[in-house]
């Protein structure tokens, strides 16, 4: 009933940005918090920044300074800004909503992927 879609991924040499955003349509009242991970093959599910309805935003310590997490609650977008990217940010990146459904359920839902490389 909902649906997340990442988009902004690519091949960036290392130093560069990139700016990736998550799009959220369906069933939705309203969309709690919001998060952004990323995933490098063989390694767990990386948990990166979260962003509450009210813009409270935490950082992990790898991104922390580099990335930036912001949402725009009108169009159920939330963004990740990239900075000074290094080769070790190489990763599948997901978006991650919790969501108040049209039903007043609540439901967590994930994006399906959004492949960013950073060359050396």
């Known amino acids: 009933q909902v649906q997340l879609v990442e988009s902004g991924g690519g091949l960036v040499q290392a130093g560069g940005s990139l700016r990736l955003s998550c799009a959220a349509s369906?069933?939705?009242?309203?969309?709690?918090?919001m998060g952004w991970y990323r995933q490098a093959p063989g390694k767990q599910r990386e948990l990166l920044a979260v962003i509450s309805k009210s813009d409270i935003t935490n950082y992990a310590d790898s991104v922390k300074g580099r990335f930036t997490i912001s949402r725009d609650n009108a169009k159920n977008t939330a963004y990740l800004q990239m900075n000074s990217l290094k080769p070790e940010d190489t990763a599948v990146y997901y978006c991650n909503a919790n969501v108040l459904g049209k039903d007043w359920r609540r439901y967590d839902y994930w994006g399906q992927g959004t492949q960013v490389t950073v060359s050396s």
């Open positions: 369906g069933s939705i009242f309203s969309i709690n918090d």
